[in-house]
């Protein structure tokens, strides 16, 4: 086995790596608590995203592709898992208000248990802490330190929710170049800039960190350009700008994105309708 020291109990964690692959800890006593086997299978899955502090951000339609249900399925889950105190959900919003995935927080605990007993997630202190022992000030920024957030794995998660090894190593992989690529901005400017480059992807091309990587540099033109004016500067329109605001060109390419801005392509004369590109840009 590789990934936890079983021998210390503050180290395990819900989500550990042997040589068959990643696996998730079920508590035994939420095994034994009132609930369906499709909460407890909510449960194992919530563990394998999750990370040190319990937190992971899958969304409910990934969440429906892993148990093989429906959304709604996935809720009545969830509801039972929040019912016994194994789960907690909090709702995200984005900085215009518009609704994010769920945060959850797979509990560490038995309700009413103590620090000292089994924990099936992290160390540290607990999201409920009437039901454990506080840490000492020491003990609490050690914690704290060993557990700071990665707020650019976070967004890169956020988008792509990366299960298997391979796909966590192509993650880790795109963090790596875009950490290089914006070496003097912190990590909350990254995540931010992850998630506004994303935003700007355009029909027909893939979700992935590869294409993220591949594009990064075009993305970014087009965001800055759906956030400025919708006129060029100086009225002129050119390839760059078209490129910048509106993506593949469904006049010659076939494949552009819709939209509402008509316009008439500069290499190929036809009239599109919100995207185009011509073999990428120099």
Same mark, same amino acid.
């Given at each position: &086995?590789?990934?936890?020291? &079983?021998?210390?109990?503050?180290?395990?964690?819900?989500?550990?790596?042997?040589?068959?692959?990643?696996?998730?800890?079920?508590?035994?006593?939420?095994?034994?608590?009132?609930?369906? *086997?499709?909460?407890?299978?909510?449960?194992?899955?919530?563990?394998?995203?999750?990370?040190?502090?319990?937190?992971?951000?899958?969304?409910?339609?990934?969440?429906?592709?892993?148990?093989?249900?429906?959304?709604?399925?996935?809720?009545?889950?969830?509801?039972?898992?929040?019912?016994?105190?194994?789960?907690?959900?909090?709702?995200?919003?984005?900085?215009?208000?518009?609704?994010?995935?769920?945060?959850?927080?797979?509990?560490?605990?038995?309700?009413?248990?103590?620090?000292?007993?089994?924990?099936?997630?992290?160390?540290?202190?607990?999201?409920?802490?009437?039901?454990?022992?506080?840490?000492?000030?020491?003990?609490?920024?050690?914690?704290?330190?060993?557990?700071?957030?990665?707020?650019?794995?976070?967004?890169?998660?956020?988008?792509?929710?990366?299960?298997?090894?391979?796909?966590?190593?192509?993650?880790?992989?795109?963090?790596?170049?875009?950490?290089?690529?914006?070496?003097?901005? *912190?990590?909350?400017?990254?995540?931010?800039?992850?998630?506004?480059?994303?935003?700007?992807?355009?029909?027909?091309?893939?979700?992935?960190?590869?294409?993220?990587?591949?594009?990064?540099?075009?993305?970014?033109?087009?965001?800055?350009?759906?956030?400025?004016?919708?006129?060029?500067?100086?009225?002129?329109?050119?390839?760059?700008? &078209?490129?910048?605001?509106?993506?593949?060109?469904?006049?010659?390419?076939?494949?552009?994105?819709?939209?509402?801005?008509?316009?008439?392509?500069?290499?190929?004369?036809?009239?599109?309708?919100?995207?185009?590109?011509?073999?990428?840009?120099?």
């Amino acid at each position: &086995m590789r990934g936890v020291d &079983m021998s210390d109990p503050s180290s395990t964690t819900g989500r550990m790596t042997t040589d068959t692959g990643p696996f998730a800890i079920i508590p035994e006593w939420l095994l034994d608590a009132d609930v369906s *086997d499709r909460a407890i299978r909510l449960y194992a899955i919530l563990a394998r995203y999750a990370d040190h502090n319990g937190e992971a951000f899958p969304s409910r339609k990934k969440l429906a592709e892993r148990l093989k249900c429906s959304v709604d399925s996935v809720d009545r889950a969830k509801e039972e898992l929040i019912r016994v105190k194994a789960l907690i959900v909090e709702a995200r919003h984005g900085e215009e208000g518009g609704q994010r995935s769920n945060l959850y927080i797979v509990a560490r605990l038995r309700p009413g248990g103590r620090r000292a007993a089994a924990t099936p997630l992290g160390t540290g202190a607990a999201h409920n802490e009437n039901h454990v022992e506080r840490e000492s000030p020491s003990d609490s920024q050690a914690s704290s330190e060993s557990r700071k957030r990665n707020l650019v794995w976070e967004a890169l998660d956020e988008v792509f929710h990366p299960a298997t090894p391979s796909e966590r190593s192509n993650v880790g992989k795109t963090e790596r170049e875009i950490r290089a690529a914006m070496k003097n901005a *912190d990590d909350a400017a990254i995540a931010d800039e992850i998630r506004r480059r994303v935003a700007a992807y355009w029909p027909g091309l893939t979700k992935t960190p590869s294409a993220l990587r591949q594009h990064w540099s075009e993305l970014g033109r087009r965001a800055d350009a759906a956030a400025s004016s919708d006129k060029p500067p100086g009225g002129v329109i050119t390839r760059e700008w &078209m490129f910048a605001r509106n993506g593949p060109c469904q006049s010659c390419d076939g494949s552009g994105a819709k939209g509402d801005t008509p316009f008439t392509c500069p290499d190929c004369g036809g009239t599109g309708i919100e995207g185009w590109i011509h073999g990428g840009l120099d």
